[in-house]
């Protein structure tokens, strides 16, 4: 047990760092992005050279490298994430606003994905047929051959929410992972020596196979979750959905880098925080 | 059997969409970019086989560009994810000890971010009114830049069991450095390690790129692609009144589905 909080304490240790770094790596992006500190206000002919300056000042062109840096990261530490510059308002207000609907939107097709995957996954291996086996093969090979805007743009015009369109991108790589594994944990001869003693198939499945492979799939929470997120740009940008995936493709279309990378740090810590809590709870069970 | 006649027929389709796309010039003779302005809009008919878009630009002669464009360059896109993946990769298996956890810890970050925030937030970098073929080479070098962790992991396990093997005890014996062993020993037996991870990656950039094109952050008009092309779909009314304009989504996913045959056919040999 000791061992294990040690463990976890570490991880958070490296994702407090990664939270650093990544600030860093934002503030490193914005400061050196084409057109920093250019404001269309100065093209205005009736402003005199100090309106000029002093609008040039509001970006702190003039500050050194070190100091601009102090300053974003003083500023993230006081929950200050800076000011969207074609939305012209704080970002961490427009995150707090649009976080609710792409975490319900999230989590709800995160969860439709798994129960489908994991069901179909299960009713695989437990009836093995070829028909049902082909079957799900073409489903999930068409599904992933189809570009997550196109999905989008069919539940516009069916009117579906969204979520399930989230779903529907992650349900293929998740059936077709939990399918191999499960796959091979049934193929191995320990269930042959089962069956051969008369145990029964379902209690084969879900006493002696699933027991087996838990673990892996557990850690595939984490990048299940990075695979709905990134899928949430293109559906929501696409479904006019007022989300956090809508604000970053806005961001990205009019080159609003604080927002932007606001909203990409913010996942991204969410994400690694997911992943390293799979693998967490993944370590703990094992050990 | 099955897999090896979806395995021909996938290969026989393959060929002729990368024959189409390699010598469009061939099919067509209207440069992509050509307005018929007095045609806009118009149905298919023998002078425009697939009819025109809204601009009046032939559209059987933007599909065969546009598949040029896409197809050609996540190849290209998919060889440099591969090339990061064999050296990293390759090396961290090699040396092993911190270097191989350091590598595999960053790698395991990257995989772990959602690639398509990392992919606009590097596009929105750039201004967006770059030139179209600089749009082409910025949207292909970020999915190259961005796509290799996922090989770097499948490169590393094989590089880790060459450590050990014997012909790499010998060739360390006969006085190898250790780049040496990376591209004498290590690289050459990997090969079809990296053909497959290779493989693998051309259908995800192909749709990556189109997912991104769709949005407005990839491949700029007027050249175009399949991500492009799909633009028009949004137009649902001229999509139902125009199905053929579908034709550049169907080239998409058959092209992505014959990529799965093949390689699903080549994991569960027949």
């Known amino acids: 047990m000791f061992t294990w909080v040690v463990k976890l304490g570490r991880k958070f240790a490296v994702l407090g760092a990664l939270a650093l770094l990544g600030a860093l790596l934002c503030a490193t992006m914005i400061r050196f992005a084409p057109g920093y500190g250019v404001d269309e206000r100065e093209l ?15 970006y702190g062109t003039a500050e050194t490298l ?3 840096y102090r300053r974003y990261v003083s500023g993230l530490l006081r929950g200050d994430l800076g000011a969207s510059v074609f939305l012209q308002r704080p970002v961490v207000q427009l995150i707090r606003e649009r976080s609710p609907l792409t975490a319900r939107t999230v989590g709800f097709g995160l969860l439709a994905a798994w129960i489908g995957s994991s069901i179909l996954g299960l009713l695989a291996i437990r009836f093995p047929n070829a028909m049902l086996n082909y079957s799900a093969m073409a489903l999930t090979g068409f599904l992933i051959a189809l570009p997550a805007a196109v999905i989008a743009l069919l539940f516009v015009f069916w009117r579906a929410p969204v979520f399930l369109g989230i779903a529907l991108v992650t349900f293929p790589k998740l059936y077709r992972y939990q399918h191999n594994l499960l796959a091979q944990a049934h193929s191995q001869p320990f269930v042959f020596a089962a069956r051969t003693r008369g ?82 709870i993944g370590q703990r069970k094992s050990s | 059997m099955i897999q090896r006649v979806f395995r021909g027929v996938s290969w026989s389709i393959l060929a ?28 298919p008919s023998t002078v425009h086989l697939l009819g025109t878009d809204d601009l009046g630009r032939d559209l059987f002669t933007r599909v065969v560009y546009g598949t040029r464009v896409s197809l050609l360059l996540a190849p290209a896109a998919a060889l440099l994810a591969t090339a990061i993946a064999s050296i990293l990769g390759g090396l961290a298996g090699l040396r092993g000890g911190r270097l191989e956890s ?45 796509g290799w962790p996922s090989s770097l992991r499948v490169v590393c396990a094989a590089s880790r069991n060459l450590r050990q093997s014997e012909h790499m005890l010998l060739a360390r014996a006969t006085g190898y450095s250790n780049a040496q062993l990376l591209f004498r020993q290590v690289i050459p037996n990997l090969r079809p390690i990296f053909l497959a991870q290779f493989w693998i990656s051309i259908p995800l950039f192909i749709l990556t790129e189109a997912t991104l094109s769709m949005l407005g952050l990839g491949v700029m008009e007027p050249l175009p692609s399949w991500g492009n092309l799909l633009r028009g779909c949004e137009d649902f009314g001229a999509m139902s009144a125009n199905p053929w304009r579908l034709i550049p989504l169907l080239l998409l996913v058959i092209t992505v589905i014959c990529f799965q045959l093949i390689l699903h056919s080549t994991e569960e040999p027949a």
């Open chain 1, 66 to 68: 070190p100091h601009y």
């Open chain 2, 16 to 43: 002729i969409v990368f024959a189409f796309a390699l010598f469009a010039e061939g099919f067509t003779h209207y440069p992509y970019a050509r307005q018929f302005r007095e045609l806009p809009n118009a149905a």
């Open chain 2, 102 to 146: 350091s590598i595999l810890a960053f790698t395991d970050l990257l995989m772990s971010l959602p690639l398509f925030f990392l992919l606009i937030a590097l596009r929105a970098f750039l201004p967006l009114d770059i030139s179209p073929l600089l749009s082409v080479v910025a949207t292909f070098v970020t999915l190259g830049l961005l």
């Open chain 1, 44 to 58: 205005d002919s009736r402003l005199s050279q100090e309106s000029r300056d002093a609008i040039r000042s509001e």
């Open chain 1, 199 to 280: 145990v029964s198939e379902n209690r084969i499945l879900f006493r002696h196979v699933i027991p087996l492979v838990w673990a892996p799939v557990l850690a595939l929470t984490g990048v299940s979750a990075s695979m709905a997120f990134g899928a949430a740009i293109p559906l929501e940008a696409l479904s006019d959905s007022p989300g956090m995936g809508q604000l970053a493709w806005q961001a990205a279309l009019n080159r609003d880098l604080p927002l932007l990378t606001s909203i990409t740090l913010c996942v991204t810590l969410l994400t690694v925080a997911v992943n390293f809590l799979a693998d967490a």
